[in-house]
């Protein structure tokens, strides 16, 4: 019997080691092959970052057993189920796919950095600090030590889109545009198919009573209604270039943000959207309403304008605001908001394990099973805000690199405002409220929280790099234009 025992040992072993030989294999070909194929083009196959991150969301949702009319989807979490036999085959073969596209950027970029390669220096350097702090340091220094292969994924796919030119950024916001919004129809099949996996009838906190809460494929409804944001960002920076086409994901999009019920997602749209707008059609705009020659359409505005106020002046003065939201703050609703839906109480776990462990954290082990099992909080799957997550996962150093490249993102972005048509400060802003109650810049895995934070690099990068395949700074001013002109580019000319 210990016979059978070490030869089935040595034989799960064998197995093991031979699979991990042939992916390195397979990975090293992978590699070879795309930088050779793509040794004499500016561009790459990023942009199927973007695409194999949304399908692994949606094998996920798919194959697994989720039913919201059973658990809800508001800061918890339902039990833990076996993966599907499918996921331990697809999820590995996806993940090689993105290490390579985005490894061949990389390497291609530093072949050819004598040539026409140009590197935002900068910005890279930042980004590894970040990374650093708030990965690698707490990973292998916390108090909690612990190190996976997935931490490095991360860094390899932000390291490529640091380093990506202007054409590949208008490749990846199409290739965004595009798998979100099949995202969003798929979810939207599955209502009539198998509505329990993507309807959430408990919620009952919504501007929009006794309408179902709508999660989709996503993970739950807020990351539905973030998702959901940033493809109308991208459907606003580059229009399908068919009427019907771009007005039925209008449609499709603005149907799915509203029944997403997140206020966050509401809020990131109007705010990311006026952005693009304003930098965009803002002096166009403005022309047309100081134009002595035709001042009906600016007497038209300011009318508007005018009217609007007295009607705000109205309700406050006679629509009893005061003692409306007196009777909100006295009922469960408005007490549950008081306290930030509980995040209060998180927040405070997360504050004392930074006291416990100040310097490098607790670790990335933060918020697993066992610690959410010990502090009695099943729901808390993170800190619900990215500073205090930050502070007690990866400690001060972690937060000393979030707040550093913070702020040089914050800075960049608004610097590129005007040259990049609204687009980076758009990105930003949505990236800032997302982090006030979410956690969009862990980096111990990829996935569909990483799109932002790539797009809006790529975005930087493409306006900060001396990159050949840019035009110049005053063109740009209304990038918008110019990201269709790569579209219709793109259309005549079949990608490889």
């Known amino acids: 019997r210990w016979e059978k025992f070490s030869m089935s040992q040595m034989i799960t072993i064998f197995v093991l080691i031979t699979g991990a030989v042939l992916a390195a294999l397979a990975a090293t070909v992978g590699m070879a092959g795309a930088v050779h194929v793509t040794s004499r083009r500016n561009q790459g196959y990023f942009h199927l970052v973007f695409y194999a991150i949304v399908l692994a969301v949606v094998m996920t949702t798919v194959l697994g057993d989720r039913d919201l009319a059973v658990v ?33 950027r990389i390497l291609t970029h530093w072949l050819r950095r004598d040539k026409t390669a140009h590197t935002p220096y900068f910005l890279l350097s930042m980004f590894v600090v970040f990374w650093v702090g708030t990965v690698a340091a707490p990973a292998l220094l916390g108090a909690h030590p612990e190190f996976s292969h997935d931490f490095v994924y991360p860094a390899v796919i932000v390291g490529a889109a ?14 965004t545009r595009n798998a979100l919004f099949l995202f969003m129809l798929a979810g939207l099949a599955l209502v009539f198919i198998q509505p329990s996996k993507v309807l959430d009838a408990s919620y009952t906190y919504g501007f929009l009573p006794g309408l179902p809460r ?51 997602a509401w809020i990131a749209f109007a705010l990311c959207s006026s952005c693009v707008l304003i930098l965009r059609d803002g002096p166009g705009w403005w022309r047309r309403i100081s134009d002595p020659l035709r001042p009906e359409y600016g007497m038209v505005v300011i009318s508007g304008f005018v009217l609007a106020l007295l009607a705000a002046a109205a309700l406050l003065i006679f629509g009893g605001i005061d003692e409306k939201i007196s009777r909100f703050f006295s009922s469960a609703q408005g007490a549950q908001l008081a306290s930030l839906t509980g995040r209060d109480q998180i927040w405070a776990i ?23 099992a010990s502090i009695g909080m099943p729901y808390a799957t993170h800190a619900h805000n990215q500073f205090m997550d930050t502070l007690a996962r990866s400690g001060t150093v972690g937060a000393t690199a979030l707040v550093l490249f913070t702020a040089t993102l914050l800075v960049m972005s608004v610097w590129h405002a005007r040259a990049t048509g609204g687009l980076s400060l758009a990105l930003f802003i949505g990236l800032a409220l997302r982090s006030v109650g979410e956690v969009p810049l862990l980096l111990f895995g990829y996935g569909p929280e990483l ?15 001396k990159d050949p395949v840019r035009i110049s700074r005053s063109a740009f001013i209304a990038p918008l234009p110019t ?12 990608l490889s």
């Not at 990506?164 to 199409?174: K, L, N, T, Y």
């Not at 807020?222 to 994901?249: D, K, S």
Request: hydrophobic letters at 50%; aromatic letters at 8%; a positive charge.
């Open 72 to 104: 809800a989807l508001e800061l918890t979490e339902s039990t833990a189920t076996p993966r599907h036999p499918f996921l331990t085959i697809a999820q590995p073969l996806l993940s090689l796919l993105i290490l390579t596209v985005s490894g061949e």
């Open 162 to 175: 640091v380093l990506a030119s202007g054409f590949e950024r208008d490749r990846a916001i199409a290739a």
């Open 214 to 264: 709508f999660a989709g494929l996503a993970p739950h409804a807020v990351a539905m209604g973030l998702l959901t944001q940033i493809a109308l960002l991208c459907l606003l920076a580059m229009p399908y270039q068919r009427v019907w086409l771009n007005r039925l994901a209008w449609i499709v999009g603005l149907s799915v943000l509203i029944l997403a019920q997140s206020k966050t």
């Open 350 to 372: 997360a504050y004392d394990e930074w006291q416990r462990n100040p310097v490098f954290g607790y670790g990335p082990g933060l918020w697993d099973a066992n610690f959410r």
């Open 451 to 465: 799109i932002s934070l790539v797009l809006l690099l790529m975005t930087l990068a493409s306006v900060t790099a």
């Open 483 to 494: 990201i269709r002109q790569h579209d219709q580019h793109l259309a005549r000319r079949p």
